[in-house]
Every structure is written in C-alpha cells, then in structure tokens.
C-alpha cells in the first residue's frame, strides 16, 4: 500500500490523473478493501487473500479458481502499467 500511496502522491504533486490499479490485482483489491469495503466500525486490516478479489465469471473448482485469478491479476496489472507508462 506504500507503494501506491507513493505513486499517488507523485502523480498528485504532478497534477496528473490518479488511475487505482483494477481490483481483480493484489494492489486493487486491498485498496478497494481500505476504500470501499471498510467500514469504519468493523475494519480489520488484512493481508491479501483470494477472498478479496472479485470472482471470476463461471464456478470453478478451487485450484483452478485460483489460477483463474492469478492470470486474470497479471494481465490487468500489465494493461494497468501500459497505461500508467502511456500517460507519462
């Protein structure tokens, strides 16, 4: 999260548009977590699990769930990059 609240920062100070990486990435998910899914009475911090991350469009057995969620991660966080690269 350090990581992201640095490049915010940067792109904030830069007067640049702030992009969140999409949630279906580790970055994503625990940022939707902090930012949208807290509530601030019952927030628990966590560390990043498969329960965090938005689930894929068809039932799956669980490894393969799991596989579907890291090749979905990667490709997104790539397009996410792309972009971030292309805007500066």
């Given at each position: ?27 994503g ?56 690269q292309?805007?500066?």
């Amino acid at each position: 999260m350090g990581l992201l609240a640095g490049r915010f920062a940067v792109l904030e100070h830069q007067g640049r548009a702030i992009i969140p990486p999409p949630s279906t990435t580790a970055l994503g998910a625990l940022l939707n977590h902090v930012t949208v899914g807290a509530d601030a009475k019952t927030f628990q911090p966590m560390n990043c699990n498969f329960g965090l991350f938005p689930l894929p469009d068809q039932r799956l057995h669980k490894s393969a769930r799991r596989a579907s969620f890291v090749s979905r991660a990667r490709a997104d966080l790539s397009v996410w990059l792309g972009e971030r690269q292309a805007a500066a």
